[in-house]
């Protein structure tokens, strides 16, 4: 299921729950690896927010990578919220699933399960620069989106409220 993985979700499960589940762990730059046999995976890398020991993203990368195709029906993808250029690598952004996928050429060669409030900071940047070019439309249909995924962030209400008063909508704000 996309969202969490081998019964850990990011936003809810502590690294106390990795380490139950995937075994010991060596740190990697700001993240757990962990050892992917098991999984039929290269490695996982978890990371955690060191602040309340939750983690944030769980990343697999698949021995052998399947096809953009194969992911897509598995999880039931539509098109991705999201799509941005690393290189030679594009990462597609899907977030009612809250899964992010690493894609070269038609192979997928990362899938990273991330709790809500990464989806909704990453996503910011992009409703704010929607916001910086007058496109308000645009950025409330986004705010909104984002708002389905993460209904808890205040912040969150309190900016699509705001641009909605700021539209005279003010139904579609309270």
Do not use: C
């Not at 995924?149 to 003010?170: K, Q, R």
């Amino acid at each position: 299921m996309a969202g969490e993985f081998a019964g850990l979700t990011p936003g809810q499960s502590t690294l106390g729950d990795a380490k139950k589940t995937l075994g010991a762990a060596t740190i990697r730059g700001n993240a757990m690896l962990f050892d992917g046999d098991r999984f039929d995976a290269s490695e996982i890398l978890v990371e955690v927010d060191d602040t309340v020991g939750i983690i944030r993203s769980i990343t697999v990368v698949p021995r052998e990578s399947p096809t953009l195709e194969q992911v897509t029906e598995w999880f039931q993808l539509k098109e991705p919220d999201t799509r941005e250029k690393a290189g030679e690598e594009e990462v597609l952004t899907y977030h009612p699933q809250l899964l992010r996928l690493t894609v070269r050429g038609a192979s997928v060669v990362r899938f990273t399960h991330v709790a809500p409030g990464m989806i909704t900071a990453d996503s910011r940047k992009a409703v704010d620069a929607l916001l910086a070019k007058g496109d308000r439309a645009a950025a409330i249909a986004g705010l909104i989106k984002l708002r389905n995924v993460n209904p808890g962030d205040p912040d969150l209400a309190f900016t699509l409220a705001e641009t909605l008063l700021e539209t005279d909508e003010i139904e579609g704000a309270l």
